[in-house]
């Protein structure tokens, strides 16, 4: 277990925020966030680390132990940036969702653009790393281009479309939101959470509770196992998805499948640009920001 002092508490804080701003969007992904920061890896193993022996130091009361072994320093300051950029940037990314799109788009795709250098230069090549990879990206080509399947708003539904959800949410280059926008659950779960209908809320939580502690600890295996590989594919499903943040799209709030477009003027390109720039700048403070912390487990 690593163990580091508060100068690594802002790079991880700065981490959790730019997650949580990234859960909030249909189409980009918290786990991506997570990999091209240099944290996912940490994450997934502080995730599955939830387990037995985590439960035998509490029963125990061994709450030290209970607390380094799954990495609760990191891991809270983790979500707390999560949980700090869901309520105080909601809005702000809700209003340039509705109104400027492009500009959010384009900062995404600058910060992925910027991220995918260096998660190529980290793959290592071979035949099976290629096959990994491109397995990656038609798995998140087909996650992005698809229509929605419009499931009906009940119970078992939201606790099987929070659980889905979860599990995409930690996987880089899948979207969460997306994936209940194409399950027809996104709005009604927006909706839930805005009135805070509990009942709804707690489906929702459950299904998310019960995906993030299984699909956490096969993510735990596959990187411990079979890590060059899982890179590979990773990096792939990474790429893949990157159409989904092309600045100029149609309107995905519908339901429907992803159309993308040309800039409707000069204008529309040069704020596309700028906002693609920005997100490159972006990208290297937060790289900066992790110097001298400790990137993975």
């Given at each position: 277990m690593k163990v580091e002092g508060w100068k690594a508490v802002p790079g991880w804080l700065a981490r959790g925020m730019l997650m949580g701003i990234a859960d909030m969007v249909p189409g980009v992904s918290g786990g991506t966030m997570a990999l091209i920061t240099g944290i996912y890896g940490r994450f997934i193993d502080a995730l599955a680390a939830v387990d037995l022996q985590f439960l035998r130091f509490l029963f125990k009361g061994e709450l030290r132990l209970a607390w380094r072994h799954i990495d609760a320093n990191f891991l809270l300051t983790l979500f707390s940036g999560i949980l700090l950029a869901l309520f105080a940037m909601s809005h702000l990314v809700g209003w340039f969702l509705a109104y400027q799109p492009v500009l959010l788009w384009g900062f995404f795709l600058g910060l992925l653009s910027a991220a995918s250098v260096n998660l190529l230069h980290d793959v290592v090549w071979s035949v099976n790393a290629v096959i990994a990879l491109v397995l990656g990206m038609l798995l998140a080509l087909v996650t992005v281009f698809a229509g929605s399947a419009a499931m009906a708003p009940i119970p078992v539904w939201f606790f099987f479309g929070g659980m889905i959800a979860i599990s995409a949410m930690i996987l880089p280059g899948i979207s969460g939101s997306l994936i209940l926008l194409l399950l027809g659950?996104?709005?009604?779960?927006?909706?839930?959470?805005?009135?805070?209908?509990?009942?709804?809320?707690?489906?929702?939580?459950?299904?998310?509770?019960?995906?993030?502690?299984?699909?956490?600890?096969?993510?735990?295996?596959?990187?411990?196992?079979?890590?060059?590989?899982?890179?590979?594919?990773?990096?792939?499903?990474?790429?893949?998805?990157?159409?989904?943040?092309?600045?100029?799209?149609?309107?995905?709030?519908?339901?429907?499948?992803?159309?993308?477009?040309?800039p409707d003027s000069l204008n529309d390109l040069f704020m596309g640009i700028m906002a693609t720039l920005c997100g490159v700048i972006v990208y290297a403070v937060i790289k900066w920001l992790a110097r001298g912390t400790v990137k993975s487990r």
């Amino acid at each position: 277990m690593k163990v580091e002092g508060w100068k690594a508490v802002p790079g991880w804080l700065a981490r959790g925020m730019l997650m949580g701003i990234a859960d909030m969007v249909p189409g980009v992904s918290g786990g991506t966030m997570a990999l091209i920061t240099g944290i996912y890896g940490r994450f997934i193993d502080a995730l599955a680390a939830v387990d037995l022996q985590f439960l035998r130091f509490l029963f125990k009361g061994e709450l030290r132990l209970a607390w380094r072994h799954i990495d609760a320093n990191f891991l809270l300051t983790l979500f707390s940036g999560i949980l700090l950029a869901l309520f105080a940037m909601s809005h702000l990314v809700g209003w340039f969702l509705a109104y400027q799109p492009v500009l959010l788009w384009g900062f995404f795709l600058g910060l992925l653009s910027a991220a995918s250098v260096n998660l190529l230069h980290d793959v290592v090549w071979s035949v099976n790393a290629v096959i990994a990879l491109v397995l990656g990206m038609l798995l998140a080509l087909v996650t992005v281009f698809a229509g929605s399947a419009a499931m009906a708003p009940i119970p078992v539904w939201f606790f099987f479309g929070g659980m889905i959800a979860i599990s995409a949410m930690i996987l880089p280059g899948i979207s969460g939101s997306l994936i209940l926008l194409l399950l027809g659950l996104y709005g009604p779960a927006v909706d839930a959470i805005r009135q805070f209908e509990l009942s709804v809320i707690l489906y929702i939580g459950s299904g998310c509770a019960v995906g993030i502690l299984v699909f956490s600890k096969f993510l735990h295996w596959l990187m411990a196992t079979h890590r060059l590989i899982a890179m590979a594919a990773l990096t792939g499903v990474v790429l893949g998805a990157m159409p989904r943040l092309w600045p100029w799209q149609g309107d995905l709030n519908t339901g429907g499948s992803l159309t993308l477009r040309l800039p409707d003027s000069l204008n529309d390109l040069f704020m596309g640009i700028m906002a693609t720039l920005c997100g490159v700048i972006v990208y290297a403070v937060i790289k900066w920001l992790a110097r001298g912390t400790v990137k993975s487990r």
